[in-house]
């Protein structure tokens, strides 16, 4: 049974970092793209970053883009998203997701493997 988990959240003070990791079971997560995804309670899920499955191309969104950063490490079968300089409005749950695109999206409805998702508070 295919399995993504999600790990890493926590309470981070603003200017703080986190690595929320990502950690497949039941999938080779190399031969898929990978999404992660955010929701702030009262809003909708949105796009956070990808990274595509053929040559680990990573793209951001707008709003984090320059702070975080997606990698993968295919031999321990996992996709990172690392997250500094973390800001107040950061604060949501966080979820992986996996497509097998080789061009991965940033529409949710596009990806067919989802995490339990991982609560991240930025927080003084």
């Known amino acids: 049974q295919a399995q993504l988990v999600e790990s890493g959240g926590g309470l981070a003070q603003p200017g703080g970092s986190l690595r929320l990791s990502c950690a497949a079971s039941g999938l080779t997560l190399s031969s898929y793209s990978v999404g992660w995804f955010r929701q702030a309670p009262g809003k909708e899920r949105e796009f956070v970053a990808t990274?595509?499955?053929?040559?680990?191309?990573?793209y951001e969104a707008d709003s984090v883009k320059g702070r975080f950063a997606v990698s993968r490490d295919n031999t321990k079968n996992t996709v990172y998203l690392q997250m500094n300089s973390l800001k107040s409005e950061d604060t949501a749950v966080y979820y992986c997701a996996a497509d097998q695109r080789s061009i991965p999206t940033m529409r949710p409805i596009d990806y067919v493997y989802w995490g339990q998702g991982t609560q991240v508070t930025v927080s003084s």
């Open positions: 990274i595509s499955r053929i040559d680990a191309i990573s």
